[in-house]
Every structure is written in C-alpha cells, then in structure tokens.
C-alpha cells in the first residue's frame, strides 16, 4: 500500500506538472551558513542598522521533489533597537537566491528575526519559474561575533510549483 501511494503522488506531481497545473509540497530545509555584517550604522540613540551577505549550503526536502541540494545566497539590511539593558529588537529584510546544481534558481524575499528568518519565494528560473511558497527557519548559532555569525537552520514549510 506503501508503494502504491508513493507511485500515486509522484504520478500525479507529473501529471500536474506535464498539463501546466500547480501543485503544493510541504517542505523542509536544513543547512549551515555564515553571515557577515557591516559596520553598525546609528540612526539614533538606540537604533543602528547593518548590511549583510548570508551564504549557506542547503537540502530541501519534500516527497514529491526528494532532496534537492541549494546554495543560497542573500544580501540585506538588518535595523537593531535596543529595547532594554537585555533585549534587542532585530527585524531586517533581504533578496536571496537559492541556485541548484544545474545552475537554476528559486527567488525569495527574507525577512530576518532575532533567531532565524522567513523566506517568501516569489519565483525562479529553469525548473522553478512560477515557484511561490513561504519557509521559515529557526536558527542555532554556533559562531557569534559582531561582524560575524555562523550558525545551523531547521526550516519547515511549504513549496508551489506552477507551470514550467
């Protein structure tokens, strides 16, 4: 029964796929990444913002695609406001680019918090043209400088591949 429903799914991604049709994929997405920031900006006495290029090595799973190995790439601005003595409020946003191994790309909008960020993907090339879909990764941190951040995602969402 297993097999017959796994042959179903992929049957029908095909289907929808090959006839035009959107279809939708839970996904998850996992990988390591290293970020590195500008020097903080002030724009007031409790506001600065940096600009930063995250990097990042990712498997995206789901199983209708299997996994599909990524380098994303994103470039953005970070606002940080000190909210007290032990809190920093940290919301920026940001472009990214997810290039597989033949070189196509799914495009995303990011929006970062204090531990992690929320890609809006809103489209792509190749095999990911008309891709939409929302990603959202909690982050642990294995390096923490002020320039400098390092660190592992575990990110769950959901992947709309349209007509190619």
Not at 75 to 103: F, H, I, N, Q, W
Request: glycine share 12%; net charge positive; with cysteine.
């Amino acid at each position: 029964m297993k097999i017959m429903n796994v042959v179903l799914k992929s049957s029908l991604a095909a289907l929808c796929a090959c006839a035009g049709l959107a279809w939708a994929a839970p996904v998850t997405m996992t990988g390591g990444w290293a970020a590195d920031f500008s020097p903080a900006m002030m724009q007031s006495a409790d506001t600065s913002t940096t600009v930063f290029q995250f990097e990042g090595s990712y498997k995206l799973n789901s199983k209708e695609l299997g996994d599909v190995y990524l380098l994303l790439t994103c470039v953005g601005l970070e606002p940080a406001t000190k909210v007290s003595a032990t809190e920093t409020k940290v919301a920026g946003s940001g472009r990214c680019e997810l290039k597989d191994k033949d070189g196509d790309k799914l495009l995303a909008g990011m929006v970062t918090a204090f531990d992690g960020f929320t890609l809006n993907i809103d489209g792509g090339t190749g095999k990911w043209k008309g891709a939409s879909g929302k990603i959202v990764s909690k982050e642990t941190f294995t390096v923490e400088t002020e320039r400098l951040l390092k660190g592992y995602s575990n990110a769950k969402g959901e992947l709309v591949l349209g007509k190619r």
